[in-house]
């Protein structure tokens, strides 16, 4: 059995004759009337890196919360929602390298899911005593 090859240039004859080569300096371009039929997207030898020096102490990324804040939202959802909103937000902080804004919106979050949480049981607590008296 006979194999054939994935590009046949048998058809395509030979290839151009060129005149004389280009001068230094000028631009070279192909002779009129050659059309390039193997032509290739360009070939990289290596990826684009991106590399980052750390400098003294890393700085710790701040919790989000957002599991505590999602649970919250049970209990009272105003402060739930204020809370689950920082806590996403915290993550895009976070996601985008601003450490400094992530530790002031994850504290918010901490506070906004808290205070749900405690405003969530009073108010439970509150219309259990009800009904018991």
Known sequence: MEQKL???DSNLGP???YDTQPAAGHAYYPPV???NVNSYAPVYT???VMSTTMVGNAEVVPRDYLCLSAISIVFCWPFGLAALFMAIKTR???AYGNIAAAMETSKIARIF???ALVFGCLLLA???AMLLV
Do not use: E, T, W
């Open 6 to 8: 994935l590009l046949d």
């Open 15 to 17: 290839a151009p004759a």
């Open 33 to 35: 009337g050659y059309q």
């Open 46 to 48: 290596h990826q684009p």
């Open 92 to 94: 895009h902080m976070i």
């Open 113 to 115: 899911a808290i205070s």
């Open 126 to 128: 509150s219309s259990v």
